[in-house]
């Protein structure tokens, strides 16, 4: 699988990883695994270092338009994605200026640790 989450059972943070090239139905399938697990709400730290992706704007934007959806449902719990592969990193940040009325605490970072530290202190709204 593209995105393994480690361990859902920890209800204090999940942590998925991203590995090789990711597109929308990767990320949908990761999605649909949370909600199966009822863990939509919980923090999750992204650790997409060693991913690609060939998704653009298009697929961002089905991706906002579905996350939209869930959060009328679900309660969205705060999301710290880390990249260093600079389009992966603006895709996260497309996103993350897209669902800001909805998902404001999806925060995108270069390096885990500060990731790490935002979800520890608490995941405020980015602006």
């Known amino acids: 699988m593209p995105i393994e989450i480690e361990d859902v059972s920890d209800k204090r943070m999940l942590r998925a990883t991203a590995r090789g090239n990711i597109s929308l139905h990767d990320v949908l399938a990761h999605l649909e695994r949370e909600q199966a697990a009822n863990a939509l709400g919980i923090p999750e730290l992204i650790d997409a270092r060693d991913a690609t992706t060939d998704m653009g704007g298009r697929q961002v934007r089905e991706l906002v ?7 009328h449902r679900y309660p969205l719990g705060p999301t710290a994605f880390v990249a260093t592969d600079d389009v992966v990193f603006g895709m996260a940040r497309m996103y993350s200026i897209l669902c800001a ?5 999806f925060a995108v970072f270069r390096d885990t640790a500060s990731a790490e530290a935002w979800l520890q202190s608490g995941s405020p709204v980015q602006e």
Do not use: Q
């Open 65 to 71: 338009s579905h996350l939209r959806k869930l959060s």
């Open 101 to 105: 009325d909805f998902d404001p605490r």
